[in-house]
């Protein structure tokens, strides 16, 4: 899979708390925000797996 990268700007209380949530979890800080992306997306139902998007 290909990511795309962008710039994120985040107030820096909310980028403390994210850095030390990945700690917790063992994940880098991006990793993190990639997990808390994905989680989001699927709890508002808006997320599809690549070969359920191909089946269309």
């Known amino acids: 899979m290909s990511k795309k990268k962008f710039v994120l700007r ?30 989001a997306l699927k709890d508002a139902k808006r997320w599809k797996n690549k070969s359920n998007k191909e089946a269309e």
């Not at 820096?12 to 063992?26: G, Q, S, Y």
């Not at 990639?34 to 989680?39: A, F, G, H, L, S």
Request: charged share 35%.
């Open 10 to 39: 985040v107030d820096e209380h909310t980028m403390e708390l994210i850095e030390r949530w990945a700690v917790d979890e063992f994940r880098s800080t991006n990793g993190q925000l990639e997990w808390i992306i994905v989680k």
